[in-house]
């Protein structure tokens, strides 16, 4: 532990000597009445200073019975649930998605955790850190739960200033293709034709209707049902009170 604790020091030794450091790391320690471990402590402040990208380990090469920090974006968020313990008392769960550029993974808060997705901490495309998550085999495969040792870090880019998501605002989605529709055509205003053309899409939690326009309709031939894609700079979209997702010409189609 000590030895990850002084390559953490190395990361940010321009902006801090070694007894801040470790002045800092004790403070903290006290202020977090030790819940968290030294070297958490450590990679928190490296990680503050945004000096700790070689610390996170790639989604790609999470597996079970890891405990690990990862970072990415939130991609898809699901309702809380309720449950039942052994004990009779209720517990609370809730699940994201979180996609780097290797993968996603569905990653679990359980009960005070779960108020953490809310309007002023996380939401749909807030880039996050979490830090020694532990891993296990979910029912629809290998997910990274938030414990009583683990803490997430929010990104402050990416944190609402007091008002809502905007409903275009650029995201990430990644699935299975599960049929690709025939391409319609229809007038601009302008009299040039344009294209449209609705995939279907597996996610880790549903199906999802996609619709692509113009270039993008193109785009999408060169995959087939079955192929696993993901789509950046998607667009979400209000219809009546439901979402969609759109594709347009600065979205990347990539396997």
Not at 113 to 138: A, P, R
């Amino acid at each position: 532990m000590e030895a990850n604790i002084q390559k953490y020091h190395d990361s940010i030794k321009d902006l801090k000597t070694q007894k801040e450091f470790n002045e800092e790391i004790q403070q903290r320690k006290k202020q977090y009445d030790n819940l968290f471990t030294e070297e958490v402590i450590a990679y928190l402040i490296v990680d503050e200073l945004e000096r700790n990208k070689q610390s996170t380990t790639c989604i790609k090469d999470i597996h079970a019975g890891m405990e690990s920090t990862i970072s990415g974006g939130i991609t898809e968020i699901s309702e809380t649930k309720t449950f039942i313990r052994k004990n009779k008392s209720t517990g609370k769960l809730r699940k994201f998605i979180l996609t780097d550029e290797t993968g996603s993974i569905p990653v679990i808060l359980w009960n005070e955790d779960t108020g953490l997705i809310k309007e002023e901490l996380m939401h749909n495309g807030s880039m996050i850190t979490v830090i020694n998550g532990y891993s296990k085999k979910g029912y629809n495969g290998v997910e990274i739960n938030v414990g009583r040792w683990s803490k997430v870090n929010i990104s402050e880019c990416t944190r609402p200033k007091n008002k809502k998501v905007h409903p275009k605002e650029k995201q990430i989605i990644m699935g299975k293709i599960e049929s690709i529709q025939p391409t319609n055509i229809f007038f601009k205003e302008d009299g040039t034709e344009g294209f449209i053309a609705k995939i279907l899409l597996q996610t880790q939690n549903k199906i999802q209707t996609i619709v692509c326009w113009n270039e993008q309709v193109k785009n999408i031939q060169q995959y087939k049902k079955g192929d696993q894609i993901t789509i950046k700079n998607v667009s979400y979209r209000y219809s009546n009170g439901e979402q969609e997702i759109h594709v347009n010409g600065n979205a990347i189609i990539s396997k």
